[in-house]
């Protein structure tokens, strides 16, 4: 009975321990690549944290004023930062544009591939294979 119980406790904290890799998801599942989308707007919230970094934009309708709040999902805090990214590379009032790829679920999510800055730097985001980076 004991062998028993220590079997199941070691088996529950195994399947604890890979909750979080379930949560983790492809590109496909949540992302359609052939929704393209380019957006500019201005970061009201940056996320540096795993297993994706995430930034905020209010996007403002050039003809009604309307403000709509955008999420954008970035490669991991390691990915980004090998690829000269910091925590400091965006910042809450940036106006920045973004081209990458809308959720397949029609929010107002996307996957972020590039992000130009408002100087011009266009810095990538992890979430592609671009391999011609501009160091932010």
């Not at 904290?13 to 983790?24: D, F, I, N, Q, R």
């Not at 403002?60 to 955008?70: E, F, P, Q, R, S």
Request: glycine share 8%.
């Amino acid at each position: 009975m004991r062998a028993e119980l220590c079997v199941l406790v070691a088996g529950l904290g195994l399947l604890a321990a890979s909750a979080p890799l379930m949560a983790h998801h492809s590109f496909a599942a949540e992302y359609d690549a052939s929704k393209p989308i380019t957006i500019s707007g201005v970061v009201t919230k940056v996320e540096w944290m795993n297993p994706h970094a995430r930034f905020y934009l209010d996007v403002k309708d050039a003809t009604t004023g309307a403000i709509t709040k955008w999420e954008f999902e970035l490669g991991s805090p390691n990915v980004l930062m090998r690829m000269g990214w910091s925590r400091h590379s965006l910042k809450v009032g940036d106006v920045v544009t973004v081209e990458g790829a809308l959720a397949k679920d029609g929010s107002k999510l996307a996957n972020a591939r590039k992000v130009t800055l408002a100087d011009g730097r266009k810095v990538f985001a992890g979430s592609a294979l671009d391999q011609n980076k501009e160091q932010p």
